[in-house]
């Protein structure tokens, strides 16, 4: 199982968004995919329609009462796409870990019964906490959202030191596999200006996938569906898709099941 955490400390960047949509473009293409929710607000696991009522083994099991895999994913509308869903307990986990034991490695142990998954993607808290944390030990690849803003590489040489540390104490294979620009509006030339300018700075990491502004990327959680599901032709989802297939190529050739 190839996992991939998807991160960057500010909110309302993309990453919940990003998550659902790869996780369901990488399922519609035949891998049996895991969605991770590791961000207490949930918001993962409400935009793939799982009632608060169906959460009872979710995330926080997972990390903190040390309950298995299969005991805390379960099956989304989706087919091939399982998720393990997240709590407001969740929330807590973050001061119970401080004094658990190995309180950084508590999902990549959590995964070790992966054989049912090809990729599993980790949706991120919004913060570089133990959460945050926990999910980039567990990971393989990083992939980091950043939105077309003025403020856009603000905050992104402290997730670049976060992935440097965890580098260097727990994790020394975890690698960048991409930079996603989000929102972008070409409507607006400064958000152009923006793009441009992560371009320059980061070169080859950034996809050349741009998610545009799209509302029924936003409208879609409310019907708790991907926007691949909602409307698999507008703007939004065909980008999706298209950052699925770039990030596949990115990705080590899968072996083909026996
Ligand atoms: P994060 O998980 O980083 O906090 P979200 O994915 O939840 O970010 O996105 C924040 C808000 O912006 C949500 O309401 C979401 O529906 C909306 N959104 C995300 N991506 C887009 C986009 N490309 N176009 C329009 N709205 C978007
Ligand atoms: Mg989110």
Redesign the pocket.
């Known amino acids: 199982m190839i996992v991939i955490a998807i991160a ?1 400390q ?9 998550a659902i949509n790869l996780a369901t473009a990488f399922a519609a293409s035949g891998w049996r995919t895991l969605l991770i929710d590791l ?1 207490p607000q949930g ?1 993962a696991s409400t935009g793939l329609g799982i009632a608060r009522a169906d959460r009872e083994n979710s995330s926080f099991e997972l990390l903190i009462d040390g309950a298995s895999l299969s005991e805390c994913a379960r099956e989304t509308s989706i087919p091939l796409l399982d998720i393990v869903p997240a709590t407001v307990d969740l929330s807590g986990a973050e001061i119970e870990l401080v004094s658990a034991e190995n309180r950084t490695q508590r999902l990549r142990d959590g995964l070790t019964d992966h054989a049912k998954y090809d990729i599993a993607f980790i ?1 991120c808290p ?1 913060s570089l906490g133990l959460l945050t944390l926990n999910g980039l030990v567990a990971a393989d690849k990083l992939l980091v ?1 950043l939105q077309c803003e003025f403020f856009a590489l603000e905050g992104l040489s402290q997730l670049l030191q976060t992935v440097e540390q965890v580098q260097q104490r727990f994790n020394e294979d975890l690698g960048i596999v991409g930079i996603t620009l ?2 972008f509006d070409r409507r607006n030339r400064l958000t152009d200006q923006v793009a441009e300018d992560v371009r320059e700075v980061l070169g080859d990491l950034v996809f050349d996938t741009v ?5 029924r ?2 409208e879609a ?1 409310s019907h708790g569906v991907p926007a691949l599901v909602y409307d698999h032709n507008c703007a ?1 989802s065909r980008a999706y898709m298209d950052l699925a297939r770039e990030l596949i190529d990115r990705l080590p050739k899968r072996r083909k099941a026996a």
């Open positions: 960057n500010k909110g309302g960047v993309g990453k919940t968004t990003t961000d918001n949706d919004p959202p989000t929102m998610v545009p502004r799209n509302v990327l936003s959680p939004g």
